[in-house]
């Protein structure tokens, strides 16, 4: 890791490739101090879970579907962190809800296994519908899915558009981290075997929401924090709550999964805090975040890996059923004791100076109430791991382990317990170097008597001498007061300060009343009467169509055609057979008269007056012609000239006749 590190360039680099180049949208990666270090921090804790993996999940079936979506699940968050633009990153939160839903869910024969993987699904789908909504804000604002184009146009988006985003955005990682009020998803998850469990408080799934609240510092850049004001304070405010009510909880829980459940919600809310504290990403409490995203990540861890081969040991969560295990697990009982040491904050521990950096960004915000609450967060963490230490490796053995053949951990889960423990301890002396990579200028004091130290160790001495005097001094005094106080707060602890109760007496159960209502009023007692209704206004207007249209409109439309006809016969009668018909004969004989004129001028005149000119004419001519071949004439040309004088004349004749005729 430290090599890879070693061979980053001291500059960002963003490359990306057209992706639906009709709407401008690109796909691409960013290199930059923040996405190297989540991508690193993924890609070593997905080795060293699969490493893990090979021992606990020896002998399981459905191995393939185990590893296939193990494999995803490490890429999508690898994906995520390099994604240089809000659509690509979106699309990649999406597949790491997926593949938490389906490894949550990996016992499938298990109810509480299903169960669990369905209310992780559903809760974290919440957050994700307002962060698509921000996005979409974002994008129709600025008009770019990309951050460094967002960066860049930041200054045009409204303030009222911009804080609406803002908030939206923290939504999605409120959900995605366990955050205050959407926290409780994460102890459900523990029906996941451990090793996802460990890959999911590590490296994963809740820290995609601490990457989200520190990647958009730094597409934000300086404007959020004055130009909204609440939003920064929201933040704080949550992460506060959040560490306070996670570290109360696990100090309660028997069950030994659930403690560490409880402890990342409260981790995490340090997370948060601290970005909420953060005015930019050059901030302290932004690299005090990501400083602890990093010794949260081995110290957790550690302490899921270590559990993981307890339970694999004991066959149970429940710690009041252990007990004795350090004879037993002496190796896993002195790595937990680094857990122990690591969760608490001592020095040289890599949690003492992200703890350290923590509260001094609250610090400098001026509002002591936060401080105060973050310093019983811490106090808290010391009981509950402590506790934890006690009933499981201390005291004598219960009455169920005395039934066990409980045996140490594998050899490859004690080899990946113990590389995290040795980075537990080594990250502590890599935080200079950590600042300076990330581009933060941070003030590393080695003042013992700084007054930020005191108070914390008066703090670790407050959580952990009551742990002390109750379960190893066992004082009675202590165990009365315990006793009062459970009998009055132990149901407020016992339902998780009733937010699931909420959540399935008033949220679910009130859509459920809700729906009946809309059922019973509105389906049933107006969908059912719908088809009646329909049927009477349909025989309404049909009786209204048969009084207005059919018997006083059809039963007078005989009576309106044969008016029509008479009148129309009276017309025709009057204009035609009147006017027209008894005008008929005049002009029939008015044209007869004016033919037989003409006849008369062209024909008679013209032609028979020129008649016998003609035939007097013809006669001289053939008398002529006749002279002419006298000479040569014989009988039987007189007899041919006769007939055909003849013919002549017969046809001239007929001509004549039927001229005149």
Known sequence: MVFAFSMIPDISIESEIPWIPTLGITAGVIIDPLSILFACLVGFFGFIIILYS???????????????????????????????????????????????????????????????????????????????????????????????????????????????????????????????????????????????????????????????????????????????????????????????????????????????????????????????????????????????????????????????????????????????????????????????????????????????????????????????????????????????????????????????????????????????????????FLGPLLSGFMEVEVEWTSEILNPTIIFFVLALLSGGYPVYLLYIKKSKTFTKIKSHLLSRVNPVFEHGYFFDDFYEKVVAQGLIKTSSVIRNHIEVALFSRFPNVIGKGIIKISTGFHAHVESSFFSRFPQVVGNAFVKASDGINKHVETSFFNRVPQIIGNGAIKVSDGLHDHIEKSIFARFPLLIGKATLFLSSKVRIIQKNITLQRLIAAFLMGCILMITILIITVTILT
């Open 54 to 428: 090979l021992g606990y999940m020896a002998g399981e079936e459905n191995l393939t579907r185990y590893y296939f979506f193990l494999l995803l699940f490490i890429g999508s968050m690898i994906g995520l962190v390099m994604a240089n633009n809000f659509l690509q990153f979106f699309i990649f939160w999406e597949m790491i809800g997926l593949c938490s839903y389906s490894l949550i869910s990996f016992w499938n024969k298990r109810p509480e296994s299903i169960k669990g993987g369905i209310k992780v699904f559903l809760m974290t789908r919440i957050g994700d519908i307002f962060l698509l909504a921000g996005i979409a804000l974002l994008y129709n604002s600025v008009g770019s899915f990309s951050f460094s184009y967002t960066l860049a146009h930041i200054e045009s988006v409204p303030i009222p558009t911009l804080t609406a985003v803002a908030f939206l955005i923290l939504g999605g990682a409120i959900a995605k981290s366990a955050q205050l009020p959407m926290h409780t998803w994460l102890y459900s998850a523990m029906e996941a075997p451990t090793s996802i469990s460990a890959l999911l408080h590590s490296a994963t799934m809740v820290k995609a929401g601490i990457y989200l609240i520190a990647r958009l510092l730094v597409v934000f850049g300086p404007h959020v924090t004055p130009l909204i004001p609440c939003w920064s304070s929201t933040v704080l405010w949550i992460g506060v709550l959040t560490a306070i009510i996670g570290g109360s909880l696990a100090v309660h829980s028997p069950d030994i999964k659930g403690v560490q459940a409880f402890s990342t919600v409260s981790q995490l809310g340090f997370m948060m805090a601290a970005l909420g504290a953060a005015s930019s990403a050059s901030a302290l409490g932004w690299f005090a975040s990501l400083y602890h995203v990093l010794s949260h990540a081995f110290f957790q861890g550690l302490s899921f890996v270590i559990i993981g081969g307890i339970i694999h040991a004991v066959g149970t969560r429940d710690m009041r059923q252990m007990g004795g295990l350090k004879e037993d697990m002496p190796t896993t009982f002195k790595l937990y004791i680094i857990y122990l040491l690591s969760a608490m904050g001592i020095p040289p521990f890599a949690s003492f100076f992200s703890k350290e950096l923590i509260i001094g960004s609250l610090w400098s915000t001026g509002n002591y109430v936060l401080v105060l609450l973050i310093y019983i967060s811490t106090a808290l963490t010391f009981a509950y791991a402590l506790r934890v230490t006690i009933l499981t490796f201390m005291g004598k053995k219960s009455d169920y382990l005395k039934q066990k053949h409980v045996h140490e951990s594998p050899k490859i889960m004690l080899v990946v317990s113990g590389i995290l423990a040795v980075l537990c301890f080594a990250f502590g």
